[in-house]
């Protein structure tokens, strides 16, 4: 199920982005704060290259890439 981050208070959007990046474990080379990796992924989701993905039935909450993102709703 598709969560528009727009519904998510500011604090559980950033605990769903912390848990992604914290979980993700590489920087790709390069480091960067955490703030930056927030920003990034941040600005992923309001571009649509990237989108929170809900499973109900395991409760698990996801950050999915999108191909070719869009930022219209």
């Known amino acids: 199920m598709r ?5 998510l208070s500011a604090d559980a959007l950033l605990g ?5 990046i914290l979980r993700e474990g590489t920087d790709y080379g390069r480091e960067y704060t955490l703030a930056q990796k927030r920003e990034h992924v941040l600005a992923a989701l ?4 990237a989108i929170i993905d809900f499973d109900p039935v395991s ?7 999108v191909e070719g993102g869009s930022s219209a709703k």
């Open 3 to 7: 969560i528009d981050p727009a519904q």
């Open 16 to 20: 769903v982005v912390d848990n992604y």
């Open 46 to 49: 309001r571009s649509g290259r």
């Open 59 to 65: 409760g698990s909450v996801n950050l999915l890439t």
